[in-house]
C-alpha cells in the first residue's frame, strides 16, 4: 500500500506537500507514547497517534518511520508542519478515531510492525 491509498483509505488530508506522497508503507503502529514508539516499532511504519506535538517528528525520525497520521482530526501547530517538511516525513490528518484507522488498515492487509516486548524488559511494575 502507498502513502496515497493509505490517505484514501482513512479520508486522510495531507498537512504538507513537500514530501513525497507514493511512498510504500510496510505496517503500521499505533500509540501516544512516544517511549512505547521507540521501545516496539520496527523501522518503515507509519505512525498513527494522537500527539502533534514536534517531539512526534523527532521520534519518527530517530525510529525511521515513513509517515505520520494525526487521529480525531488532529491539527498540528506550525512548528510541527515544519519540522515535519524539514525531516521530509509525510503528515496526514484524518477525522477517524484511532481504533478505526487501525481496523481500516489491518482489513486492508496493512500488518503490524510492533516489535514483541520481552515481558523481563518491560518497565510496567
Known amino acids: 500500500m502507498n502513502l496515497n491509498e493509505l490517505a484514501e483509505l482513512i ?5 504538507n506537500q513537500t514530501t513525497p506522497i507514493l511512498k510504500e508503507i510496510k505496517g503500521a503502529f499505533a500509540a501516544d507514547l512516544m517511549s512505547d514508539v ?7 511504519a507509519v505512525l498513527i497517534t494522537g500527539l502533534c506535538n514536534p517531539q512526534v517528528i523527532r521520534t519518527a525520525v530517530m525510529a525511521d518511520i515513513t509517515a505520520i497520521v494525526f487521529v480525531r482530526g488532529k491539527q498540528p501547530p506550525q512548528e510541527t508542519i515544519d519540522l515535519a517538511d524539514e525531516e521530509s516525513i509525510p503528515i496526514i490528518s484524518t477525522p477517524m478515531g484511532m481504533y478505526e484507522v487501525c481496523g ?9 510492525l510492533e516489535q514483541v516486548v520481552n515481558p523481563d524488559e518491560c518497565d510496567c511494575g
Open 38 to 44: 521507540l521501545a516496539t516499532i520496527q523501522p518503515h
Open 104 to 112: 481500516k488498515l489491518y482489513v486492508a492487509g496493512l500488518s503490524s
Open 11 to 15: 479520508n486522510g488530508k495531507y498537512l
